[in-house]
């Protein structure tokens, strides 16, 4: 009913406010003898964590992750393995200022879940937004390293990268030059230009919005008919991202100007000729990659004057204070990739079983037959 848990096999429940003591996940679900170790958690949260990339937050936080369960490494073993039982995992808030956000305690930011969560709860946190911030997606990522760890297993792999920011547009898809910039963008020289860009606008003082896509490899046949069509799970998750306002996968908005005979991908002996479905055919994958875009919107927490309410219903006029990116793009890029990741670890297990049942099927109706 709270909306806090994501999966139906691969479980996560995220936990924690912005300026509270610390942020978690509890993962249920996950297999047991997977590789696991706070390292490979950790690489995925540096690639997220605040102080880092084009425009980012004065806010410096560690995010160093701690295994509180769910792992343990047998006799013999050179690591720590999964055991099958809940994987918790708890990030502390080392930099928190919340004394920034004491003028803002009874007023109604623009572009925020103040009046909203007002709305619903009766009671909000107001500190830096409480449980509606960016910070959550730590947790998000952190589980979703150890949904990486599943997925390889089985040769799935998950990569995102900024393709606009601010208006400028990758025109190149080059993969090595996504560690090349801070940006995670795919065409350095058009990461120059969004460097540019932010400074602009920083100087402004005001945010960018922007794009990531997200691709896949993913083999067939996941995905569940009727209302858990795989595009449409993958969408639920990357919507459910604080500032992702837009999906598209495949082609996307491109498919209302086409012909079918255009947005139909021919099929040979060898396999697809085109993927303007994205990887998915009736909800289920079909063998090619995934191919996911989503549209980021611009920083609510601007300095610049606004006009709001408070909590009174009376008109006022406020500047956001506190530590703040100019845009979410580059560190939504590994939240994006997580939520994926997690998708396709609940499906993959889901399909693991429906496999598993199918052949026990088909054993016992041959022992019978014999």
């Not at 082609?251 to 100007?257: C, P, Q």
Request: charged share 20%; proline share 6%.
């Amino acid at each position: 009913m709270a909306g806090n848990t994501f999966g139906t096999l691969f479980r996560v429940t995220t936990w924690g406010e912005s300026h509270g003591p610390a942020s978690g996940v509890v993962i249920d679900g996950c297999p047991p003898g997977i590789e696991l170790t706070e390292e490979i958690i950790q690489q995925e949260l540096d690639r997220r964590r605040p102080g880092k990339g084009g425009g980012a937050s004065p806010r410096q936080e560690p995010d160093r992750v701690e295994i509180l369960s769910g792992t343990f490494r047998p006799e013999g073993e050179d690591c720590e393995l999964t055991t099958g039982t809940p994987i918790s995992l708890i990030i502390f808030n080392k930099d928190a200022h919340s004394k920034s956000y004491d003028h803002l305690q009874n007023v109604f930011r623009p572009g925020h879940g103040d009046m909203t969560y007002q709305a619903k709860y009766g009671i909000r946190d107001h500190r830096g937004g409480g449980r509606a911030s960016a910070r959550e997606t730590a947790a998000r990522v952190a589980a979703g390293a150890v949904a990486s760890q599943l997925l390889r297993a089985h040769n799935i792999e998950v990569n995102g990268y900024t393709l606009a920011l601010g208006g400028v547009r990758a025109e190149g898809r080059d993969m090595a030059a996504i560690s090349q910039n801070p940006l995670f963008c795919p065409d350095n020289e058009a990461a120059r230009r969004m460097e540019e860009r932010i400074n602009e606008v920083r100087s402004q003082g005001d945010t960018l919005g922007g794009i990531v896509e997200i691709c896949a490899t993913c083999p067939p046949g996941l995905g569940e008919p009727v209302f858990d069509k795989l595009d449409g799970e993958l969408a639920r998750a990357l919507m459910s991202i604080g500032a992702v306002k837009g999906v598209e996968i495949g082609a996307g908005f491109r498919v209302a100007e086409m012909l079918g005979s255009e947005n139909n991908d021919p099929l040979s002996p060898a396999g697809f000729l085109g993927n303007n479905s994205g990887g998915i055919l009736a909800g289920i994958s079909n063998g090619e990659d995934l191919v996911m875009r989503v549209a980021v919107k611009p920083i609510p927490s601007i300095p610049r004057e606004q006009q709001t309410v408070n909590l009174a219903n009376e008109p006022v006029t406020i500047k956001v204070g506190g530590r703040h990116d100019i845009s979410a793009i580059p560190r939504i890029v590994p939240v994006c990739e997580a939520m994926v990741r997690l998708v396709l670890a609940d499906h993959l297990l889901r399909q693991l079983v429906l496999v598993a049942n199918r052949t026990a099927v088909s054993g016992n109706a041959s022992t019978e037959n014999g």
